[in-house]
């Protein structure tokens, strides 16, 4: 796995920095790294989001048997796990790669500041569906920027934080 890993950064990398000297001038290269690969798992969290909700669900109730929920909330979960997932992979060996933080530590952090984001995505879709009868991809997608927002401050100032100030990453 570290291996596939190792390539997979090794791609990433070089590709998402050819496309950071546009934007040298409003964000240091870390900064942008975060920004691609928050949008990368964002929109692969989307993708799931819709395709969940609109083909797999087909906007319909998922009954476990024991606990049934609404389409809109079964998706949110199946996004939620790849997310986390994917997520995590992309801020430890893209962005955060100079945190001096146990692996463990970070994903237990990473999770926890997930689930908050989970927390307030569910709160927000579910008011934003469910009370003021907003379409749930409409309502997710605006839910989103709330929780992007959110999570670039927890990530950056607690989930990956080094314990000595960082060094600016040499372009």
């Known amino acids: ?19 950071h000297p546009p934007f040298k001038k409003i964000m240091n290269l870390q900064t942008f790294r975060y920004a691609v690969c ?9 993708l799931i989001y819709f395709v969940s909700f609109k083909y797999i669900l087909r906007e319909q109730t998922f ?6 929920m609404k389409a809109h909330v079964a998706a949110l979960i199946f996004s939620f ?17 100079d945190s001096d933080i146990p692996a463990s530590k970070q994903f237990f952090r990473y999770f926890m500041v997930c689930l908050f984001n989970l927390a307030l995505n569910y709160i927000m879709l579910k008011i934003l569906v469910e009370y003021f009868h907003i379409y749930p991809v409409i ?20 989930s990956f934080k080094i314990s000595t100030p960082p060094e600016e990453i040499k372009d």
Do not use: E
């Not at 928050?38 to 989307?46: A, Q």
């Not at 009954?63 to 049934?68: I, R, S």
């Open 1 to 19: 796995m570290k291996k596939q890993i190792n390539s997979a950064t090794g791609l990433l990398l070089p590709l998402i920095d050819f496309f």
């Open 38 to 46: 928050g949008g990368l798992n964002m929109l692969c969290g989307f």
């Open 63 to 68: 009954d476990f048997g024991f606990y049934a």
């Open 81 to 97: 796990i790849f997310n986390v997932l994917f997520g995590f992979l992309l801020m430890k060996f893209i962005v955060f790669s």
């Open 139 to 158: 309502a997710q997608v605006f839910t989103v920027f709330v929780v992007v927002v959110t999570s670039y401050i927890a990530q950056r100032n607690f």
